[in-house]
């Protein structure tokens, strides 16, 4: 089966600790996301990548890095740096930029919460 | 910037009824525009995907318009049942970008029996 995925589903995390959050496509497509989600609210884009070892900033990456080695892989860490993280993050991945459909597909999500 | 507003916030129907959901957007300079669907602490369903040249898209009981000159989209679900209680996303991919989606804030809509 073709998807993503993303783990761990829960995660908790002490103040002043970095966590990383995994997120792994197998569908061959290049450009992937991460998204953070806070309730009532829409997605907002924190980082995403277009190719391998390369990756932008989006709207609140502030307090969060990301690394692109591998096609299938973009893990997102939480810095310390972030000061509300508790949230629900998503993961996507877009399929390849100029199709025709250029579509975004996500992961289930991973809920972080700091204790 | 691009904002996308989703009205009503929040929507319950018995079941059986037929339903919209609207999403609007400011800049009309959209490359496509997709509908989602999320369960509760759950990731996005992609139900619905509208090229900019396109005015509408339908799968099962979804129907999915789009008029981007006056930047607007519905999401039309006839038959309404139970297990279309959700939040309904739109989100819209910018023209002459391959970044991000905008998304709006969603409807959460109960389908009561």
């Known amino acids: 089966d073709g998807g993503i995925t993303q783990s761990p589903k829960y995660l908790f995390r002490k103040e002043g600790q970095n966590v990383t959050l995994s997120c792994e496509q197998n569908l061959n497509h290049d450009a992937m996301y991460w998204y953070r989600q806070d309730p009532g609210q829409g997605l907002r884009l924190i980082y995403y990548s277009q190719i391998v070892n390369d990756f932008q900033k989006g709207d609140i990456a502030e307090g969060y890095s990301v690394s692109r080695e591998k096609k299938e892989s973009f893990p997102l860490t939480v810095t310390s740096a972030q000061k509300n993280p508790t949230a629900f993050y998503l993961c996507?991945?877009?399929?390849?930029?100029?199709?025709?459909?250029?579509?975004?597909?996500f992961g289930p999500g991973t809920r972080l919460t700091v204790l | 910037k691009q904002e996308v507003t989703q009205i009503p916030a929040a929507l319950s129907v018995p079941e059986g009824e037929n339903l919209v959901l609207n999403c609007s957007f400011t800049?009309?300079?959209?490359?496509?525009l997709q509908w989602f669907r999320q369960d509760p602490g759950k990731g996005l369903t992609s139900l619905l995907l509208i090229q900019s040249s396109q005015r509408e898209q339908t799968s099962g009981r979804l129907n999915a318009s789009l008029d981007k000159s006056s930047g607007r989209s519905t999401l039309y679900i006839a038959a309404s049942q139970p297990g279309d209680s959700a939040t309904y996303l739109c989100a819209v991919h910018p023209s002459g970008s391959a970044r991000q989606l905008t998304f709006g804030s969603g409807t959460q809509l109960t389908v009561l029996p």
């Open positions: 800049d009309s300079a959209i490359y496509n």
């Open positions: 996507a991945s877009r399929t390849k930029a100029g199709t025709r459909h250029n579509e975004q597909f």
